[in-house]
Nanobody, 122 residues
Framework: QVQLVESGGGLVQAGGSLRLSCAAS????????MGWFRQAPGKEREFVAS????????NYGDSVKGRFVVSKDNAKNAVYLQMSSLKPEDTAVYYC???????????????WGQGTQVTVFP
């Protein structure tokens, strides 16, 4: 069992920045990949970014590439999402997740945080 606790969501003006944090606890050594997803009202859950726990390999969704950066601190069992040049289209509930396989699909991620609201206004 892996428990994930998110923080850092909030309200920000377009063009601004925001940093999300996700703290993991429990049997974290079984985790292969940490991912970030988002879901806006009326839309399906969208892959944002991921990082492999063991080798720092990262991956990004097309809509955020060049603006968002995912990082981690293995000693603290924490993952971060630095969001820059935010757009109103980035408004969504953001979730961190832990999985055992390399994938951009939400289904194979077995553990999820509670979600945190990010709202970007013009």
């Amino acid at each position: 069992q892996v428990q994930l606790v998110e923080s850092g969501g909030g309200l920000v003006q377009a063009g601004g920045s925001l940093r999300l944090s996700c703290a993991a606890s429990g049997r974290t050594w079984r985790t292969t990949i940490m991912g970030w997803f988002r879901q806006a009202p009326g839309k399906e859950r969208e892959f944002v970014a991921s990082v492999v726990w063991s080798d720092d390999n990262t991956n990004y969704g097309d809509s955020v590439k060049g603006r968002f950066v995912v990082s981690k601190d293995n000693a603290k069992n924490a993952v971060y999402l630095q969001m820059s040049s935010l757009k109103p289209e980035d408004t969504a509930v953001y979730y961190c997740a832990a999985g055992s396989v390399l994938t951009t699909l939400p289904g194979p991620y077995h553990y999820w945080g509670q979600g945190t609201q990010v709202t970007v206004f013009p």
